[in-house]
């Protein structure tokens, strides 16, 4: 098993590994007399194996898949199961499945009794290098990503590589691209791991995997360690996110956010060029990794309009002023403050097909 410690003003750990999922809940319940488990659909046998391990009251709490769980009525059934279960501020909840879950599990735990403990356990590559770790919880509204949320540190991470193993590919790769941001943003081996060894990298057996798992999850515990609450270096995490997150509400919140991050890295580092910073072969760089893992990397140029004013609701923004987060080189990433409108046109337009 790994462990990475999250130094945050209330410390905790991620650990990775396989067969972990009760030993490590066991030993984290801190004094709980009941567990909310919420889980998606593909997790329901395993949260029935929690209720009849974990050896104290569980209450299983499944809900929609992917997306349509980040919704104020899904949050609203949760907090009617704790109510009704007299759940109180010893109590805590698990989010068991990908990212969606354990943003919506956290979101949950944030606003009950304002504020009970949270236990990730994801089990998607995306939940486990990303959502699961730094404590941003929310759900989506019908203008945009993450509108309504809380910062809410969790207690403990569980990365139970077993559970993975169930994961379709088109799911593990779509993951990755926050794999890719990560090692775009801080951490260029993450990058040359993906260049040299594409197979061994994304089979999650290997040690290549794990490698990159775990590089990944640090770099974000860095940065969450050092910033929190987002007033600087975290919005870097956030690289690729402000056209993203506008593709995925037009999308109506059916494409996978890996995916729709990809085609904004693209837009991201074109931008960044455009802006005097990167060089043309760091652009191409993005392409040629994002493409290995077919991740998408185009969009239709006529819907930059609808896509302007989604981003003009991106938490980045301030006032009227976009900001965006670029790159001046691989693993030097910076904010750059309302630019043209011509010249983010011109970006989106190197990403039509
Ligand atoms: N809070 C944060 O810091 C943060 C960071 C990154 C992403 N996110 C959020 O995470 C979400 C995306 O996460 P995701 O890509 O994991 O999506 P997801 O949670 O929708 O999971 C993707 C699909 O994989 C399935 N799945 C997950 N684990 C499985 C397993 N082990 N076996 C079989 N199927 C499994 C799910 O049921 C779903 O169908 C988005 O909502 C995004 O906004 C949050
Ligand atoms: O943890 C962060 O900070 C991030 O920006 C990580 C992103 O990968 C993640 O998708 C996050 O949920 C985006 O946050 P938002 O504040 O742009 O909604
Ligand atoms: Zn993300």
New binding site residues.
């Given amino acids: 098993m790994t462990t990475i410690h999250v130094a945050t003003d209330s410390p905790y750990d991620v650990h990775v590994g396989r067969g972990i999922l009760v030993e490590r809940l066991r030993a984290s319940l801190g004094g709980a007399r009941k567990l909310l488990v919420v889980h998606q659909p593909a997790m329901s046998r395993i949260a029935d194996h929690l209720k009849e391990e974990l050896g104290i009251e569980v209450l299983l709490a499944e809900v929609p898949d992917a997306e349509a769980a980040k919704r104020i009525e899904v949050a609203q059934f949760l907090w009617q199961i704790m109510g009704q279960a007299d759940f109180t501020r010893s109590d805590a909840v698990v989010g068991l499945g990908g990212g969606a879950v354990t943003d919506l599990a956290g979101f949950v735990a944030a606003t009950w009794l304002r504020g009970v403990r949270v236990l990730q356990a994801p089990t998607s590559v995306l939940g486990i290098v990303?959502?699961a770790v730094?404590g941003?919880t929310?759900i989506n509204t019908e203008q945009g990503?993450?509108l309504v949320g809380a910062f809410h540190h969790p207690s403990t991470v569980i990365a139970d590589l077993e559970l993975v193993d169930s994961l379709p590919r088109n799911e593990l790769l779509t993951g990755f691209a926050?794999v890719v941001k990560a090692g775009f943003i801080a951490d260029p081996r993450i990058l040359e791991l993906l260049e040299t060894r594409l197979d061994a990298t994304t089979d999650p057996t290997t040690p290549e995997f794990a490698e990159a798992i775990a590089r990944a999850i640090d770099v974000?515990a860095k940065v969450?360690a050092n910033d929190f609450r987002?007033h600087g270096e975290?919005e870097f995490?956030?690289y690729g996110?402000t056209l993203g997150?506008a593709i995925e509400l037009h999308e109506r919140y059916r494409w996978r956010?890996g995916a729709a991050v990809s085609i904004g890295m693209v837009f991201a580092a074109e931008l960044s060029r455009l802006a005097g910073r990167l060089p043309e072969a760091a652009v191409d760089r993005h392409r040629a990794i994002l493409g290995s893992l077919e991740l998408p990397m185009t969009y239709p140029v006529g819907r930059w309009q609808s896509l302007l004013a989604s981003m003009r609701r991106d938490?980045k923004a301030r006032g009227a002023m976009l900001r965006f987060i670029v790159l001046d080189d691989v693993a030097k990433p910076r904010v750059l403050e309302g630019p043209d409108e011509s010249m983010l046109f011109m970006a989106y337009q190197s990403l039509a097909d």
């Fill in positions: 990303d959502a730094g941003k929310g990503k993450n926050e974000k969450v987002e975290r995490l956030n996110h997150h956010h938490k």
